[in-house]
């Protein structure tokens, strides 16, 4: 499966995005997908994961109630929405696929997309 995120950009703090990352090739809803997010220097983290039929959601604590996954396996695509963002927000996130057990940890994903910058002003 190909994997296409978009939606990044500048953002003040306290302010909302919307990521979307489209989905190509294999079936999409055979796939748990996750979002993971990366700064320079540093390993890249979980942020949230969706099983396929979106009954079973996880969210890294950093994110908990700020941010919202969701899917709409008719067009092939999963979403971020990021609200009340902040400054250490700020990172390259990307989507993944998964055909195993829906995991937090990078080694538990088949497939990337190519990540889309996000940076929350302060």
């Known amino acids: 499966v190909q994997l296409q995120a978009s939606g990044g950009g500048l953002v003040q703090a306290g302010g909302s995005l919307r990521l979307s990352c489209a989905a190509s090739?294999?079936?999409?809803?055979?796939?748990?997908m996750g979002w993971f997010r990366q700064v320079p220097g540093k390993e890249r983290e979980f942020v949230a994961a969706?099983?396929?039929?979106?009954?079973?959601?996880y969210y890294a604590d950093s994110v908990k109630g700020r941010f919202a996954i969701s899917r709409d396996n008719a067009k092939n695509t999963v979403y971020l929405q990021m609200n009340s963002l902040k400054s250490e927000d700020t990172a390259v996130y990307y989507c993944a696929a998964d055909t195993g057990r829906l995991g937090r940890v990078e080694s538990e994903y088949d497939y990337w997309g190519q990540g889309t910058l996000v940076t929350v002003s302060s």
């Open positions: 090739g294999r079936i999409f809803r055979h796939y748990n």
């Open positions: 969706i099983t396929w039929s979106g009954a079973y959601i």
